[in-house]
């Protein structure tokens, strides 16, 4: 119930997420933290850096809450699971497919380990989008621009969780060829659905794009305040300099009027 494997890197090992004010900053970082080469693995997760920053302040390194958190959201995609799959077929055969997706063994490792969140979160969000495209669509009806709004919001969202959400237009093509009853024409369909395509892009590029913005502004006021430092430190040493040049002057003034004196 405590920490293990990569755990103690990203949440006991890792500082900066220890200080709650650091949060800002950190979400315009890599995913892990730079003493274990976070530039070089190019990973970058905000909002499951978020999370864990947000649960770190209210739990500390106390493990077992974090497994809870764990535990709960795949509950919740589990429900999520059982939701969808009763959209094809009966109430029974969607209990029983969300029990075995509850219990399968492939989930060990994103259930039991607290980072394991990532991949937590991201499939909730994926399923949320995916069951409201189902709801707005199964009959055939246009997406409202609501709809489209809340799609697009949760697979930019989920996208800051797991990079692994980037399937989500994928399954709204199979949701299109297997779920929904449109009988308009495949060539409105497809121009419609590339309109939705689209934005889902449009979206997770400018969230992209606008945090990549707010990095490059943190680094950038970084090396002001550090050159700002730096120059302090210059003058200082000048300072020091100076004090020293002068303290030698008078002492050798002193020195020159006790010889004249004698």
């Known amino acids: 119930n405590q920490f293990a494997y990569d755990d103690v890197k990203l949440l006991p090992l890792n500082t900066a997420l220890h200080d709650i004010r650091s949060l800002p900053r950190l ?3 890599p995913y892990w933290p730079e003493v274990f080469g976070g530039k070089e693995l190019g990973l970058w997760r905000p909002a499951t850096t978020l ?3 947000i649960e770190w302040a209210l739990f500390q390194a106390h493990g077992s809450p974090y497994h809870v958190v764990n535990v709960l959201a795949h509950a919740g995609t589990t429900a999520l699971v059982v939701l969808l799959i009763g959209t094809l ?4 055969i969607a209990f029983v497919s969300g029990l ?3 219990v ?8 039991g380990n607290v980072v394991g969140q990532a991949e937590l979160w991201s499939a909730l969000l994926l399923l949320l989008a995916t069951a409201r495209y189902v709801r707005a669509r199964r009959d055939g ?3 409202r621009t609501g709809d489209g709004i809340a799609v697009a919001s949760l697979y930019l969202v989920g996208m800051f969780c797991k990079e692994h959400v980037i399937v989500l237009p994928a399954l709204l093509v199979a949701v299109e060829l297997t779920i929904v009853h449109d009988p308009r024409p495949w060539r409105e369909r497809l121009d419609e659905g590339s309109a939705h395509l689209l934005k889902l892009a449009l979206a997770q590029a400018l969230g992209r794009r606008g945090l990549l913005w707010r990095r490059r502004t943190l680094r950038e006021c970084r090396h002001h305040h550090a050159r700002i430092q730096q120059g302090n430190r210059a003058d200082r040493g000048e300072q020091e300099k100076r004090r020293a040049r002068l303290f030698y002057l008078r002492s050798r003034r002193g020195r020159a009027h006790g010889a004249l004196r004698d």
């Open 27 to 29: 979400l315009a970082e």
């Open 104 to 111: 399968h063994p492939v989930h060990v490792e994103a259930v």
């Open 100 to 102: 075995i997706f509850a």
């Open 141 to 143: 009806l246009p997406l």
């Open 89 to 92: 077929t009966t109430a029974p």
């Open 51 to 53: 999370t864990l920053g």
